[in-house]
T-cell receptor
Framework: DAGVTQSPTHLIKTRGQQVTLRCSPK?????VSWYQQALGQGPQFIFQ???????QRGNFPDRFSGHQFPNYSSELNVNALLLGDSALYLC????????????FGSGTRLTVV | GEDVEQSLFLSVREGDSSVINCTYT??????LYWYKQEPGAGLQLLTY?????DMKQDQRLTVLLNKKDKHLSLRIADTQTGDSAIYFC???????????FGQGTELSVKP
């Protein structure tokens, strides 16, 4: 049973560019959340998608946007990249209503230069 | 408010018990979690406890929850070098909502 898959694993972008990160949830899960983990910090909640809608959002600017597809997979888009956006981006999937089932992917390491 | 705090470092000898502590502020938390992160990897769920429980045991892991003091702890019995990692405490803020994490405790196990 495949867990949460994220792609790409590593990415280097230039300041001002745009980036798209992808996530496939664990089989049977319908909810996808995205987290940003800066070096030496705990993961920070960006937003959560369920039924192709943004259900909750953390304290991140509008440059961070997302999408969920009918097959439950999800994308995270970041526009106008800043050096401070360099981080590990983690995707977590769960089944709505089952709060004990948050499964994380291995993450995408984004470096902005 | 939403805040989860952990001590940053813990060093133990192989075979000893490790106790990692966490305090949280949201009294309406439903589930509390312990995740493990090894270098360069994502987060691995170790265990969770529902907010109406006081204790949960799972093999070498024991979770204690003191709701009055908003204090959560993770005890690892017979700690091994493979347990060296960063451990994150997390709480759900509103059922089905965002998971709030602490800064993580780096556990170093010396042979």
């Amino acid at each position: 049973d495949a867990g949460v898959t994220q792609s790409p694993t590593h990415l280097i972008k230039t300041r001002g560019q745009q980036v798209t990160l992808r996530c496939s949830p664990k089989s049977g899960h319908d909810t996808v959340s995205w987290y940003q983990q800066a070096l030496g910090q705990g993961p920070q909640f960006i937003f959560q998608y369920y039924e192709e809608e943004e259900r909750q959002r953390g304290n991140f600017p509008d440059r961070f946007s997302g999408h969920q597809f009918p097959n439950y997979s999800s994308e995270l888009n970041v526009n106008a990249l800043l050096l401070g956006d360099s981080a590990l981006y983690l995707c977590a999937s769960s089944s709505i209503g089952f709060d004990y089932g948050y499964t994380f992917g291995s993450g995408t390491r984004l470096t902005v230069v | 408010g939403e805040d989860v705090e952990q001590s940053l470092f813990l060093s133990v000898r192989e075979g000893d018990s490790s106790v990692i502590n966490c305090t949280y502020t949201d009294s309406s938390s439903t589930y509390l979690y312990w995740y493990k992160q090894e270098p360069g990897a994502g987060l691995q769920l170790l265990t969770y406890i529902f907010s109406n429980m006081d204790m949960k045991q799972d093999q070498r892991l024991t979770v204690l929850l003191n709701k009055k003091d908003k204090h959560l702890s993770l005890r690892i019995a017979d700690t091994q070098t493979g347990d060296s990692a960063i451990y994150f405490c997390g709480e759900i803020y509103n059922q089905g909502g965002k998971l709030i994490f602490g800064q993580g405790t780096e556990l170093s196990v010396k042979p």
